[in-house]
Nanobody, 124 residues
Framework: QVQLVESGGGLVQAGGSLRLSCATS????????MGWFRQAPGKEQEFVAA????????LYGDSVKDRFTISRNNAKNGVYLQMDSLKAEDTAVYYCAAGNFVTGVRSPLKYDLWGQGTQVTVSS
């Protein structure tokens, strides 16, 4: 059974950078979409970014566009999330997700595999 494992979270000052990694154990379909979502205390889950494995297309949430970059992690059959110019409002638990679908990349309901989450805290 395929599992997703996130790493790379931590505490950083505003304006700093972090890189999250999502590794998969087991084989995944080449048509998989891999995405990142986040959830802050008291807030709804928010779409952050997605990567379509077969063609390398990327999509970003409005609040992170031009600051975050999702890319392929070939060594671990997963994805990275490079987060630059971090703000206090980026503080959340970040989840990696994967699913095999064509449309609806921003909806968490489309993803059927989820990691355990990694905490990102940005101090102002």
């Amino acid at each position: 059974q395929v599992q997703l494992v996130e790493s790379g979270g931590g505490l950083v000052q505003a304006g700093g950078s972090l890189r999250l990694s999502c590794a998969t154990s087991g084989r995944t379909s080449s048509e998989y979409v891999m995405g990142w979502f986040r959830q802050a205390p008291g807030k709804e889950q928010e779409f952050v970014a997605a990567f379509r494995w077969s063609i390398g297309n990327t999509l970003y949430g409005d609040s992170v566009k031009d600051r975050f970059t999702i890319s392929r992690n070939n060594a671990k059959n997963g994805v990275y999330l490079q987060m630059d110019s971090l703000k206090a409002e980026d503080t959340a638990v970040y989840y990696c997700a994967a699913g095999n679908f064509v449309t609806g990349v921003r909806s968490p309901l489309k993803y059927d595999l989820w990691g355990q989450g990694t905490q990102v805290t940005v101090s102002s």
